[in-house]
């Protein structure tokens, strides 16, 4: 039987041990073993756990579903966790846990602490999930912080669940609109010193491309005036490029988003990377040259056409880089795994990927690309369009600096990364129930209140009795706590962390249920059993708010 902090499991085992019985004794005719799926239902009336595998299986045994239902039923083994089980139209198989059994998991809550939800499934596998990597061009804005905060949100959940997870940041650090950014910080650093500068058709107009010359001007004085032009942009370049990746690792990390290596596109050449990928696409056929350029046959593995990997200027395209970095990735980091968080506007991009990934000789389903779609912000119903600082984009620092980095974060993982988004400044940054940030911090900081008031009037709740726990607000709170493990596993199988917010809010809320209506500490020395369970449950409560504040990334405040 599979432990406790995955009843799920259990349950699934209990399904299947019913069919090997039910197929040995001729009472079901079945090949092979179906898929067995248990699920949490929709109305608490039908269940803890449902599955509907009879459903399923009516065609292939020629038996009503119903019918077949309460033959399983007939044949499902007992188990401590659960207290009945029961057949229900039109062809569901419904499983009920055992109160007594749900009181006792406060106690395993307790035990594992903080490392309440950690799985196994990943077995110490090897992930690396790369996010952001914005052209070190100019500062994060708000579309790259929805991935940012995905990225950091799925990292985290793959760690709970047992992977090896690296997280990486992908510099695109070659290539033109490096040369067109140099060039920019060096036109303006001339202006900045009072000479006249002719800035690239190309280049980068914002305000802090400004900022970045005048800090130059400052820190260097006019030493690139003396040196030839093509050796002051490479040194100005140089010192901009290493401020601006130092700016976007300093703004990732007001929102909590931090990296465990930031990789150099400019080390897969130095390194070889480059030529040993395109070599090994060549000696296996993939690569063709015509038009003067040097293409990829992707068209001929499933992509719609054929891509340019090497200009007819002999300059290799951002693709080629992508094919050299998953080279590295894979073939020489040997990471079993590799998922790429990428923005709407390179959607297009991910079927040549897939395609490369194909040719280098590596299985293209252990390379996941997910993306992210666009943000709208919002105050209150008027749109928000621009920055007053820079005129164009907001920034991300911008943006953390009104609403703060746990709105931030939480807000832009409430949503699936495949759906468009409204975020709302004005609700990110209310201090009442409406904001779903503050609702869950707050059941979190009341749970603290309650322990240390506890403490104050010196109560050992160590002693509790769970078994006193048999209140609807209480078991409801016990049975809402044990599905973070749940959602752990699912969500590091599915690669969608937007399910913890709602799952954070249903915690809050099955929370405030039970403060409502049931006294935790009580004046009446006749109700010093109940308070000392309740106290327990409250403990493991706050085991579990933390976990789960943790997994999405947020703060756990123990005063609001």
């Given at each position: 039987m599979a432990g406790s902090a995955l009843v799920?499991?259990?349950?699934?085992?209990m399904v299947a041990a019913a069919i090997n019985r039910a197929r040995q004794e001729g009472a079901l005719q079945l090949e092979t073993m179906p898929e067995i799926l248990a699920e949490r239902p929709g109305n608490p009336e039908h269940g803890d756990f449902a599955t509907s595998l009879p459903l399923r299986l009516a065609r292939a045994t020629r038996i009503n579903p119903l019918k077949l239902a309460e033959t399983l039923v007939e044949y499902?083994?007992?188990a401590e966790e659960v207290e009945r089980v029961e057949a229900a139209p039109p062809g569901f198989v419904n499983f009920y846990l055992n109160d007594s059994w749900v009181q006792r998991q406060v106690e395993v809550v307790r035990q594992a602490g903080g490392d309440?939800?950690?799985?196994?499934?990943?077995q110490g596998r090897p992930v690396m999930v790369e996010f952001v990597s914005v052209n070190p061009t100019g500062p994060v804005h708000v579309g790259h912080t929805r991935g940012a905060v995905l990225g950091s949100a799925l990292a985290n959940t793959l760690e709970a669940a047992g992977y090896r997870v690296t997280r990486e940041y992908y510099v695109n650090d070659a290539g033109n609109q490096m040369e067109a950014f140099y060039r920019s910080v060096y036109a303006r650093y001339r202006e900045a010193l009072g000479y006249e500068a002719d800035?690239?058709?190309?280049?980068?107009a914002g305000d802090y491309i400004a900022d970045l010359a005048?800090?130059?001007a400052a820190s260097e004085g006019p030493r690139f005036l003396e040196l030839a032009e093509a050796q002051a942009v490479k040194e100005i370049g140089d010192l901009s490029r290493e401020r601006m990746v130092a700016l976007i690792k300093d703004d990732l990390e007001q929102i909590g988003v931090t990296f465990d290596n930031w990789f150099s596109e400019r080390s897969l050449y130095a390194n070889q990377e480059y030529q040993e990928a395109m070599d090994r696409l060549g000696a296996q056929n993939h690569l063709s040259q015509r038009e003067n350029a040097l293409w990829f046959n992707s068209s001929a593995l499933g992509d719609d056409k054929d891509n340019v990997v090497?200009?007819?200027?002999?300059e290799p395209t951002y693709f080629a880089s992508d094919i050299a970095y998953h080279y590295n990735k894979f073939i020489n980091r040997r990471f079993e795994r590799v998922i790429d968080i990428w923005g709407a506007d390179h959607q297009g991009h991910v079927p040549r990927m897939k395609a490369a990934v194909a040719a280098l000789g590596i299985e293209p389903e252990k390379l996941t690309i997910l993306i992210s779609q666009m943000v709208t912000l919002k105050r209150g119903s008027e749109v928000v369009r621009a920055s007053k600082r820079t005129g164009d984009f907001i920034t991300l620092r911008e943006l953390a600096d009104e609403v703060g980095a746990d709105a931030c974060r939480y807000f832009f993982l409430a949503r699936a990364p495949s759906t468009q988004m409204e975020f709302d400044l004005?609700?990110?940054?209310?201090?009442?129930?409406e904001n779903p940030v503050y609702y869950v911090q707050y059941a979190h900081a009341r749970n603290v209140s309650i322990l240390n008031l506890a403490r104050s009037r010196g109560i050992d709740w160590s002693s509790g009795e769970v078994a006193l726990l048999t209140d609807p607000n209480e078991l409801n709170l016990i049975r809402t706590m044990l599905r973070l493990p749940e959602l752990v596993d699912q969500m590091a199988r599915s690669l969608e962390p937007h399910h913890l917010p709602h799952y954070a809010m249903e915690l809050a809320t099955a929370f405030h249920w039970f403060y409502e209506n049931c006294r935790v500490i009580s004046a009446n020395a006749e109700d010093n059993a109940i308070t000392l369970a309740r106290l327990k449950l409250v403990e493991s409560a706050q085991i579990v708010f933390r976990r789960a504040l943790e997994l999405m990334g947020l703060s756990a405040p123990e005063r609001m």
């Open positions: 799920r499991d259990t349950i699934q085992e499902i083994p007992g309440y939800g950690k799985l196994e499934v990943g800035f690239p058709a190309n280049g980068y005048q800090e130059l090497v200009r007819s200027t002999g004005e609700l990110a940054k209310k201090e009442s129930s």
